[in-house]
């Protein structure tokens, strides 16, 4: 059974901080990692990651996945209010179709 | 990009009245689709996998006789649930593969009162 454990649970930073989230995996057999950002409705779609080492970016976000120790980071520098969301991780598995497995979730604050 | 439409938003029925909850993908086939339901303060938790043209597999301790799901096109799934009481109160949310990955519908909050 496929498992993706986040940390930490939830977390309360002030404007400008910097934060790491972390993601770890077990997954029979991997296809993809995608991190999303929740507020009050759907999932919104951060990044999708599917090789070691590479770093994806978008802003102030970014994110690295390391499939030798299966687990991933999201980075959020000069954080904002705005930023304060539940981030999920979730993971695809090629022997479960298109099936997604999500983590907990790590709640975000960001104080002014 | 991909858009998954998702409605109703929000419905509040009463306990043992049955709702729809419909999720299209607007502007791409979706051979399958997903359902979660969320409870507050928790994750995504995978309901159902819905697909186009045969029966739902659903997971675990997920009742199919209750959430009913038919997927009778290619950009069409719906969720059904089923004599509902104040339990199934929640937040379900759909989404359909794309090209690129993902794509969620906006999300229904069920209230059963």
């Known amino acids: ?41 759907a999932p919104t779609f951060l990044f999708m990651l599917t090789s070691s080492g590479i770093e994806k ?6 994110s690295i996945l390391d499939k030798k120790e299966l687990f991933s980071i999201l980075n959020i520098t000069a954080t904002q209010t705005g930023d304060s969301a539940i981030y999920l991780c979730a993971v695809a598995d090629n022997n479960a179709g298109n099936m997604l497995t999500f983590g907990g979730g790590t709640r975000l604050m960001v104080k002014p | 990009g991909a858009v998954v439409s998702q409605h109703p938003s929000w419905v509040i029925c009463k306990s043992g009245t049955s709702v729809k909850i419909e999720c299209r993908s607007l502007d791409f086939q979706a051979t399958t689709m997903f359902w979660y339901r969320q409870f507050p303060k928790q994750s995504l938790m995978l309901m159902a996998t819905s697909n186009e043209g045969s029966k739902a597999t659903y997971e675990q301790g997920v009742e199919k006789d209750k959430f009913l799901i038919n ?16 339990e199934d109160s929640s937040f379900y949310i759909c989404s359909a593969r794309d ?14 009162v």
């Open chain 1, 1 to 41: 059974e496929d498992k993706v454990v986040q940390s930490p649970l939830s977390l309360v930073v002030h404007e400008g901080d910097t934060v790491t989230l972390n993601c770890s995996y077990e997954v029979t057999n991997f296809r993809s990692l995608l991190w999303y950002k929740q507020e009050k409705k």
């Open chain 1, 57 to 62: 970016k978008s802003g102030r976000l970014s």
């Open chain 2, 71 to 86: 997927h009778a096109s290619l950009t069409l799934s719906t969720l059904t649930v089923t004599s509902a009481h104040p």
């Open chain 2, 99 to 112: 090209t690129y990955g993902y794509t969620f519908g906006s999300g229904t909050r069920l209230t059963v």
